[in-house]
């Protein structure tokens, strides 16, 4: 199977040469030219365009940042598209824009959602959970591909499903995160060992995934994620006030770079 990846950045890059490691013949375009070299060591090809990447895959994984590098690609695609590809969107956006490019596809090309969760570590370590919405056969069909990189699939439901459920995880990590901030500039004025009580922590009731990768973990995307879940809330009426909350405190936090010995200093 012939596999295309648009998108060779910190979650794409791993992902392409664990693609190439498994023997998927797979090639790659970014709109930065200088990752080439990248890529190619990695065993993958590099594509002029998005279009002559399309016409030579049978699945397109699509890792880019925002809805509307999206909505600006996705037409270069279906005019070079393979009869039968499925175009997969592994990035965070808006369900409805998923939606949307499935509406637009050409006839026998298949439009589905596969988020992505557990960060850049586990892109490295090809141990992603993946949540894929699309009709099942297609899903199926895709298995293998994401099989490549992810040690989880989850089907959560038609296209812009997975975009739900990433938004469900993103809520909860970002939620995660600024709680884990808070309990440790707590005890941190108060002298503990914040290494010694952050192990005690993650073998608690207070365990979770932010608290066990601190020191890890970017919160470049916090407020993007966040601003989806604001979106989906609003357009159906939903109050969710914690998750407003959440999206201030991590517009704080931000700018700042987390040392065990200097929390809320």
Known sequence: MNVGVIGAGRMGLPIIGHLASKGFRTVVHDIDAGKRKAVEERGAQWAADNGALAAASDVVLVCVGYDEELRALFPQLAAKARPGAIHAVLSTVDPKTVQALVASAPKGISVVDATMCRGGRAADEATLLCFVGGDAATVERLRPVLGAFASDIV??????????AKAANNLILWACLVADHEALALASHFGLDLEKLR?????????????????TQTMAWADDDMAIVAEMAREHGLKLPQSEVTREICRSLKPRRYQLDKYGR
């Open 155 to 164: 089907h959560t439901g038609p296209a812009g499903s997975a975009q739900v």
């Open 199 to 215: 192990k005690a922590l993650e073998i608690s009731s207070a365990s979770n995934d932010a608290l066990e990768k601190w020191g």
